[in-house]
Structure formats: C-alpha cells, structure tokens
C-alpha cells in the first residue's frame, strides 16, 4: 500500500506515524514544504515572554525521526498538483525546482490551515507579523526585545496571549478586536470582563467593537493601524484573526464547506474514495449542535490523524466528535471551557440558559483557597449541557475536560449534578464546584 500524506502538521504527523504503525509494509511518503514538521505554534507566545526551556522541544517529531521510523520524508517539496480521482501528486522540489509526479493508492490532506488576511489597504507591510509558523515565530522573536509599541490584532486565544506576554514585558500593547471584549467566543462575557480588567491593570489599551481599516508605514519605521473608530501606532502590527484551511489545491474534487473546510464521514474519509482528510484543513462534528463545523485546533487535529491511521484500510474507529475544549493562562487566570457559551449557543439558534455560580475552591477552614468563577450553558427545554467555562488563580482548568465529557454523552444538568465526585478538603469542597454549578442550574430550572 502506497500512502501520500500531504503536509506535515500535527495531523499529517500523527497519520504518517499510526499508518506505519498498523500496516509496517506500508511505503508512506510525507510531502513538507518546510524544513520542519510537528510544530507546536501554542508555544510561540510562551517562547516571546522568555518561559520556554528550549525552542526545538516545541517540536515533537523531526524529519529525522520519522524518517527512523520507515517514513519517506519529502522535506522542501510542495505538492503543486494533485488529482485525487488518479490519486497522482506532482511536488516541486523547492531547493532544486525540480519537478516529479507519483501515483498512490491512498492520499490523505493534511495541509493544515492559513492565517486570515484581510484585504485591505497596507496589509503586505513587512511590520506586520502573522502567528502560525515555526518561520513566523522566529521572525517575531527576531525583534521582541527591541520594539517598545505593539498593536495586537484579534483578541482571541492567540491575540491575547501575544499581547499579555508583549504587556508584561514592559511593551505598550493595543489590543484590537472587532468584537465588544476578549474571547467572545471561548467565555461568557462575566468572565471576559473580568480578564479584561487585568488586561489594563498591566497598561494593556482595549480597543475593542472595532473594524481594522487599513495599515501605513511611518517615516520612522513603525506602522499605524487604522480602525473604523480610531487610528493607533507602534513599531510592530501582530495579527491573529484566525484561520482558513488551506485547501485551495483540492477545490472542485471533493465535498468542502464554503469556507474550504474538507467534509469527511465519522472515518475520516473524504466524498473521493481512498482520499482522507484530518486536521485544520476539514470539518469536525461539533457535539454541542450535532452539526458539521470548522474548529481548527490541534487536539482535533491529532485525534484525527491517528484514526486515519486505524481507518485506512477499513471502518475500524469512528470518530467521536469534539467540543471544542481549549484553555489559557492569562496574569495567573487558569481559564479553560468547552463548547458553546450563551452568546454562540444563540447564534446557532439554539434556546439556553447559562448559570453562574462562584466560590472558593477548597473550604475556608484550610490555610488558603481561592474563588472559582464557573458558567454552565444548558438548553432550556432539553436540559442538554452544551458548554461550560471556568476561571480561577487555582489550576481548575481540567473541570473543562469534565464538562467536556458531559456533552460529548449528552448528559443533562441533572445528571450532572448528581455525578461521583470525591471530596476532600486540600483539593475540593463537600460539593464539588463543577457539580455545585449543576445543582444551581436544576435549583434555577425549578424556580
């Protein structure tokens, strides 16, 4: 069996690796434009402020130990035509120009995504920064130390922690979004606004509910950003508006979403038999609306790949679809959550109720403890968790996972208020407080 995984991102790379590993006699051939493979670009905010012990650990597999595995490792190639239909590849080697084409039996897409770039006036600037590569990584790191003025575009995950990391590096930092506060789509607007507090004690500017307009060099080497309600300057722009897969290649050969999301079934199979498609670059069932949707991350993208591996000769494992469950640590907040929040569960014209409930961590007779900030969103007349998010000093960040679990079996909040949690006192209280905000939202649902 003769296997093309196009592209090497945390799909690609956990595809590659579990094919070889269920089928050893397989020749398995990963084309890579970049000189790496795997990156870890989570890591590129903790890199900026200093708290990463070594730049090459970001990476989890190299070039080098693929190929150990039997892996053949076409570094440097970009795929620049594929007919899936032929299941034929045709790659540039980019240090020679040369170009080849191969025939395989199975071609599996993982080309993973691509920064949103609007279009609009000064955007090909070179003081303006992206935040998706190991290339785009070091070129910020390259002049972290030395710019004083940073506008940050994009206050979700990856926004935020550019611009917190820059703010507590003595930076001036504008933080611009077009939404009304930070992380509109991740939490609750109790808790945002609350981040959003911390974000200006340490001298960060919200400029928020703001359209970005266009961009122009200064005489003096720094860039304006001029916005639908104002104008700010710095030496550096750093945008991170999200992504789009990156599937241009495949367009008009299979199934996509609008946006060029890659359809597959629960097997990872995409509408053109033996193509299969894993990672940013396809759809993933979103357990919270039992819908189709686009959620790049990387946990989907590593569950996906390996199930391409234990699915490429067969249906063996479906796939159990995803929440979306993320977490951050901003000016010491553990925040983490998992599905949809009020807001995005009424955008996708779900009816819910969210319930909010805070205490302390651990009980009060102990040394120290701490408050929990914890919101539920339920539907109104199933009673069908569909999110939840949490935020504390305290590390709570794994009762996402919890919740997480809840969706993903469809549990109510009843069920979910009378779920087996221990108690003890240097960890929790008598109630837990993830099964305490279920009780308040059965004890509101009765009122």
């Known amino acids: ?6 592209g090497s991102t945390h799909a690609g790379t956990f595809s590659a690796i579990q094919v070889k590993q269920q089928h050893p006699d397989a020749e398995i051939t990963v084309f890579e434009q970049h000189t790496t493979v795997s990156f870890l670009s989570c890591g590129i905010a903790l890199w900026l402020g200093d708290h990463v012990s070594d730049e090459q650990r970001m990476f989890y597999e190299t070039p080098a130990t693929m190929t150990e595995k039997g892996i053949i490792m076409k570094m440097q190639h970009e795929v620049v035509a594929v007919n899936l ?5 045709q790659a ?6 040369k170009i080849s084409s191969e025939i395989f ?23 303006i920064y992206m935040v998706k590569s190991w290339e785009d990584a070091q070129k910020i790191k390259a002049v972290a130390s030395d710019v004083k003025r940073v506008v940050v575009i994009g206050a979700g995950y990856i926004g935020a922690e550019i611009a917190e990391q820059f703010s507590v590096t003595d930076k001036k930092v504008t933080l611009v979004d077009g939404f009304d506060r930070v992380l509109p789509k991740n939490f609750s607007p109790v808790i945002s606004n609350r981040l959003a507090q911390s974000f200006q004690e340490h001298g960060v500017k919200l400029a928020l509910n703001q359209m970005v307009t266009s961009f122009e060099d200064l005489p003096d080497g720094g860039i304006r950003v001029n916005t639908d309600k104002g104008s700010y300057e710095a030496d550096i722009a750093v945008l991170g508006i999200g992504f789009l897969p990156n599937t241009q ?19 990872m199979e ?5 193509v299969y498609a894993a990672g940013d670059a396809t759809t993933v069932y979103y357990n919270p609306t039992h819908e189709y949707d686009y959620l790049p991350l990387a946990t989907n993208a590593i569950r996906q790949g390996m199930l391409v591996g ?40 779900l009816e819910v109720e969210e319930t909010i409930y805070e205490e302390n961590y651990r009980p009060e007779f102990m040394l120290s403890t701490t408050p ?12 069908r968790i569909v999110g939840a998010a949490f935020m504390s000093k305290h590390d709570i960040s794994q009762a996402a996972n919890v919740v997480s679990l809840a969706i993903q079996n469809n549990m109510t909040i009843d069920d979910l208020a009378m779920a087996d949690f221990f108690f003890q006192p240097n960890f929790t209280q008598p109630i837990n407080f993830v099964g305490a905000t279920a009780l308040q939202a059965v004890n509101d649902s009765d009122d």
């Open 92 to 97: 540039k080697d980019l240090l020679t120009g």
């Open 1 to 6: 069996m003769k296997v093309a995984i196009i």
């Open 85 to 89: 239909a032929e299941k034929s590849v």
């Open 105 to 127: 039996d199975k071609i599996v897409i993982t080309t993973g995504s691509k920064p949103l770039i609007p279009k609009i006036s000064g955007i090909d600037s070179d003081r």
């Open 270 to 274: 995409t509408s053109m038999p033996d």
């Open 310 to 349: 234990k699915n490429i000769d067969g249906h063996h494992l479906p796939y159990s679809g995803t929440q979306g469950t993320s977490a951050v640590e901003l000016y010491g907040f553990a925040m983490s959550a998992t599905g949809l929040n009020k807001a995005t569960a009424e955008q996708h014209g």
């Open 372 to 383: 929990v900030l914890s919101t539920l969103t339920w539907e109104k007349e199933t009673r």
């Open 249 to 267: 290649l495949f367009a008009g050969q299979i199934d996509m979403l609008d946006n060029g999301a890659i359809i597959t079934n629960k097997y």
